[in-house]
C-alpha cells in the first residue's frame, strides 16, 4: 500500500531564512505527488503537484518542490519565509490514474519574527 | 464559483444522536470525496464518488457511517449513532474526471460529540 511519511511534526523558521519540508513516499512507480497548505480553520489548499516531466515543480505563494525519484522524496522549500506561511502542510500521494489521496502526518510550520 | 461548500461549520451532538453532515461540491466535478481529520489519525479518506455513485467506501470506519450522493450537486455523510471518538473535523472535497487534478476541498465540519 502507499504511504507517505513527513518525518518533522513541527518546525520553527524565522522569517525571511529558508524553508525546507521533508516528504518521502513508498510506492512502486512514480505516483501523483501534491503539496495541500492548511492555515487554522481552513480546508487544504493545493500548493503544487507533480505528475511527470520536470522534476522541479514551482507553485503558489513562491513554494517550489524537487521529486528526487532515488530517494523517493517530494521536499518543498521556499527561499524566505513570511509570517502568513505559518500553517500545516501535508504532502500527499496518488497511484497514477486514481484520485484516492493518500495523506502524510503533516507538518506544522511556524514563523519566529 | 463559491467552492465547495459544507454545512455545518460546527456542530455539536450527544452521543447516540444522529449527525448529518453536508456538502456541496463544486459545479462541473464529478468526483466527490469525504476525509476525516483527527489528531490521532490525520487526514483520512472515508469515500468517494464518480458521477453520484460510490467508488470506495473501504475508509468508512464502521456500519455506524453511511453517504450518500443523491445527485451532482449534494452529498451527506450520516453518523447513528454518534460517539465520542467520532469528535473530528470531515471534509468534503471535490475534482473533475481528468486524472488526479486537483481536489478542491470546503472548510469542513467540526464536529464533537459529548
Known amino acids: 500500500a502507499q504511504s507517505v511519511t513527513q518525518p518533522d511534526i513541527h518546525i520553527t523558521v524565522s522569517e525571511g531564512a529558508s524553508l525546507e519540508l521533508r516528504c518521502n513516499y513508498s510506492?512502486?512507480?512514480?505516483?501523483?505527488l501534491f503539496w495541500y497548505v492548511q492555515s487554522p480553520g481552513q480546508g487544504l489548499q493545493l500548493l503544487l503537484k507533480?505528475?511527470?516531466?520536470?522534476?522541479l515543480v514551482q507553485g503558489i505563494k513562491g513554494f517550489e518542490a524537487e521529486f528526487k525519484r532515488s530517494q523517493s522524496s517530494f521536499n518543498l522549500r521556499k527561499p524566505s519565509v513570511h509570517w502568513s506561511d505559518a500553517a500545516e502542510y501535508f504532502c500527499?500521494?496518488?497511484?497514477?490514474?486514481?484520485?484516492?489521496?493518500?495523506f502524510g502526518t503533516g507538518t506544522r510550520l511556524l514563523v519566529s519574527p | 464559483d463559491a467552492g465547495v461548500i459544507q454545512s455545518p461549520r460546527h456542530e455539536v451532538t450527544e452521543m447516540g444522536q444522529e449527525v448529518t453532515l453536508r456538502c456541496k461540491p463544486i459545479s462541473g466535478h464529478d468526483y466527490l470525496f469525504w476525509y476525516r481529520q483527527t489528531m490521532m489519525r490525520g487526514l483520512e479518506l472515508l469515500i468517494y464518488f464518480n458521477n453520484n455513485v460510490p467508488i470506495d467506501d473501504s475508509g468508512m470506519p464502521e456500519d455506524r457511517f453511511s453517504a450518500k450522493m443523491p445527485n451532482a450537486s449534494f452529498s451527506t455523510l450520516k453518523i447513528q449513532p454518534s460517539e465520542p471518538r467520532d469528535s473530528a473535523v470531515y471534509f468534503c472535497?471535490?475534482?473533475?474526471?481528468?486524472?488526479?487534478?486537483?481536489?478542491?476541498f470546503g472548510q469542513g465540519t467540526r464536529l464533537t460529540v459529548v
Open positions: 510506492y512502486g512507480a512514480t505516483p501523483y
Open positions: 472535497a471535490s475534482s473533475r474526471g481528468e486524472m488526479n487534478t486537483e481536489a478542491f
Open positions: 507533480y505528475f511527470s516531466g520536470d522534476t
Open positions: 500527499a500521494v496518488a497511484p497514477t490514474g486514481f484520485q484516492k489521496l493518500v
